[in-house]
């Protein structure tokens, strides 16, 4: 069973507009959400992450949204930049004491110069 | 945020044979874990390792297959005994820091022939 699903799997924006990564999950459980960017041959990279308490947290070019309702976060990126390119995953935890984080499959963005 | 080194990088092994990788932490943590991505897929939890601790294994893995040990508070192994061609994946440990982030190393990309 996929708790956390990022139904898309790739994603082509144009440099300088808005990248949006969607994010879906299941576990009414979940109260923290992060999102992670990973380059080829390197390891997933932090980026944001929200708390279940907030709608919205932003840092610089990015912000996520949480619509605990319709169990949906998403990922904005403003303005894309080339070097943007990269796999980006959204994980999720129901904030127990192991600090397990589900992953989701991932979405491929590409930002075309 | 934290320095994470994984040894090796990448190896190309033999059906039966077994690998050990390390993972290095340029200070102390408590919390570490060894994760899985398989070819095309997310990011599985393995087990996480506690100093001092046995490891704790998530379903479907098992000591006997991924033996961990945590002798210190900066270090981790994880073996892959007994390869199978299945094993090939990008093996990852990570640490906890913050709330619930976590921060991950550069991966060992495991071919297993």
Known sequence: DQQVKQNSPSLSVQEGRISILNCDYTNSMFDYFLWYKKYPAEGPTFLISISSIKDKNEDGRFTVFLNKSAKHLSLHIVPSQPGDSAVYFCAATDGGATNKLIFGTGTLLAVQP | ?113
Do not use: H
Not at chain 2, 10 to 23: A, E, M, V
Not at chain 2, 105 to 112: E, I, S
């Open chain 2, 1 to 113: 945020s934290a320095v994470i080194s994984q040894k090796p990088s990448r190896d190309i092994c033999q059906r039966g044979t077994s690998l050990t990788i390390q993972c290095q932490v340029d200070s102390q943590v408590t919390m570490m874990f060894w994760y899985r991505q398989q070819p095309g897929q997310s990011l599985t939890l393995i087990a996480t390792a506690n100093q001092g601790s046995e490891a704790t294994y998530e379903s479907g893995f098992v000591i006997d297959k991924f033996p961990i040990s945590r002798p210190n508070l900066t270090f981790s192994t994880l073996t892959v005994s007994n390869m199978s061609p299945e094993d090939s994946s990008i093996y990852l440990c990570s640490v906890a820091r913050g709330t619930y982030e976590q921060y991950f190393g550069p991966g060992t990309r495991l071919t297993v022939t």
